[in-house]
C-alpha cells in the first residue's frame, strides 16, 4: 500500500509559477513511476507529466516546455515545477504512483490560474 499527499495547489495569476509536491509514504526509489494528472471542471482527467525510476521524464503536449517533474530522493518527495501558467491549466492536480503494477493516488490538491 502507498499513499501519497500533494502539497502547494494555490492561486496563482497568469504568467506566474507554482511548485506542487507530492509525499509518498514509501520510499519513492520503490516506485516504478510518479506523475501527475489533472482534471478541470466538465472535463475528463488529463496526463500532466511522469518520471520513471530510470528517471525518464515524459510531459502531455499542453505542459511541454512550461512544466518539468523531479524527484529527491532525500527528501522523499516528487514535485511539479509549472511556470508560464495560463487559466487554462486551473484543475485539481493529483500525484500518482505506479509500484508492482497497481496504480496510487493522492487526495488532489486546487490550482486556479486567474487575474
Known amino acids: 500500500q502507498v499513499q501519497l499527499v500533494e502539497f502547494g495547489g494555490d492561486l496563482v495569476q497568469p504568467g506566474g509559477s507554482l511548485r506542487l509536491s507530492c509525499g509518498a509514504s514509501?520510499?519513492?526509489?520503490?516506485?516504478?513511476?510518479m506523475g501527475w494528472f489533472r482534471q478541470a471542471p466538465g472535463k475528463e482527467r488529463e496526463f500532466v507529466a511522469r518520471?520513471?525510476?530510470?528517471?525518464?521524464?515524459h510531459y502531455g503536449d499542453s505542459v511541454k516546455g512550461r512544466f518539468t517533474i523531479s524527484r529527491d530522493m532525500d527528501k522523499n518527495t516528487g514535485y511539479l515545477q509549472m511556470n508560464s501558467l495560463k487559466p487554462e491549466d486551473t484543475a485539481v492536480y493529483y500525484c500518482y504512483a505506479v509500484s508492482n503494477q497497481i496504480n496510487y493516488w493522492g487526495q488532489g490538491t486546487q490550482v486556479t490560474v486567474s487575474s
Open positions: 518520471v520513471s525510476s530510470f528517471g525518464t521524464t
Open positions: 514509501v520510499s519513492i526509489s520503490r516506485l516504478n513511476t
